[in-house]
C-alpha cells in the first residue's frame, strides 16, 4: 500500500473516526431498559440525569442519527484495528503472525455483530418508534394498539438472540472487541512493533468498549484508543507500509 494513503486511513480510521464516537456516545444514553422501559424513554426527549448517564437525550430522531452516525466510524475503528495488526509481518515470526491473524479474525467478528447491533436496535428500532409516534400523532394507531407495539418492541429489545442489552449478538460484538484488542496488543509486543504502555491502553479500550459502548464507558473507551494510537504513531512514526 501507498504510504500516504496507510498514513491518512491510519489518522481517519484510529483519530478522527474515534474522537467522532466520543462525540456523540456523550448523548447516548443507558440504564434505561428496567425503568421506565425502552419505548417509554426512548420515545420523547429527555433532560440530562445522573442515572441515564448521558448529557442529554433530544429524542428518537436522535437515536435514529446517532446510529446511523455510528455504524460507519465503527466500520472505519475496526479497518484501524485491522491495520494495527498489519504492522506485524512474517519477520517478526510465527506467533505474533498467528495472534495478528487471529486479532483480525476478532475483529472482523466484532464488525459484523456490532453492526447487526446498529441495525436491530439502533437505527432500525429509531424508525419503528418515530413511525409509531407519527401514526399515533395522526390517528392511525388508537392507544391500544401502540400499547401493542411497545410491548412488542420492548420485547425485541431484551430477546436474548437479537436484544439489544445482553442478548447474542451484543455479547458477541462486546466480546470480540476486547479479544482482538488483547491479540493485537500481544500481537505487536511480542513483535516489539509498539511501546508497552500503549498497549496496556488499547487492552484497555477494548475492555472498556466490551463494558457497553453507551454514555460513559463508550467515551472512555474511544478516548483510550486516540491515545494509545497517537502514541504508536508517534513512537514509530517512519513505520512502513505494508505490502
Known amino acids: 500500500m501507498n504510504k500516504r494513503l496507510w498514513a491518512i486511513l491510519w489518522w481517519l ?8 464516537l466520543v462525540g456523540i456516545e456523550l448523548f447516548h444514553p443507558a440504564r434505561f431498559t428496567a425503568d421506565p422501559g425502552m419505548y417509554q424513554y426512548l420515545s420523547k426527549p ?13 429524542g428518537p430522531d436522535w437515536w435514529f442519527l446517532l446510529h446511523m452516525i455510528q ?8 479497518v484501524g484495528l485491522w491495520m494495527l495488526a498489519g504492522r506485524v509481518d512474517d519477520k517478526d515470526g510465527v506467533l505474533p503472525g498467528l ?8 475483529t472482523f467478528v ?14 432500525g428500532l429509531g424508525r419503528a418508534i418515530i413511525n409509531t409516534e407519527t401514526l399515533a400523532a395522526a390517528g392511525r394507531l388508537t392507544p391500544d394498539q401502540v400499547a401493542g407495539v411497545t410491548l412488542m418492541l420492548n420485547t425485541t429489545w431484551v430477546d436474548p438472540w437479537v436484544g439489544g442489552v445482553g442478548s447474542f449478538i451484543s455479547l458477541t460484538g462486546s466480546w470480540a472487541i476486547f ?13 516489539r512493533k509498539a511501546p508497552w504502555p500503549a ?31 497517537l502514541w504508536m504513531w508517534f513512537a514509530r512514526p517512519h513505520e512502513p507500509a505494508p505490502a
Open 46 to 58: 429527555e433532560p440530562y440525569h445522573s442515572h441515564f448517564e448521558a448529557l442529554a437525550y433530544p
Open 99 to 106: 495472534l495478528a491473524w487471529a486479532a483480525r479474525i476478532a
Open 179 to 191: 479479544i482482538a484488542a488483547t491479540l493485537t496488543a500481544l500481537a505487536l509486543l511480542l513483535a
Open 199 to 229: 498497549l496496556i491502553l488499547l487492552v484497555a479500550f477494548g475492555w472498556e468498549l466490551q463494558t457497553s459502548h453507551t454514555m460513559p464507558y463508550g467515551p472512555i473507551a474511544f478516548s483510550l484508543l486516540i491515545v494509545a494510537s
Open 13 to 20: 480510521c484510529l483519530v478522527v473516526a474515534p474522537v467522532a
Open 110 to 123: 466484532f464488525m459484523v455483530y456490532y453492526t447487526s447491533l446498529d441495525a436491530i436496535g439502533g437505527f
Open 71 to 78: 455504524t460507519p466510524l465503527v466500520g472505519l475503528v475496526s
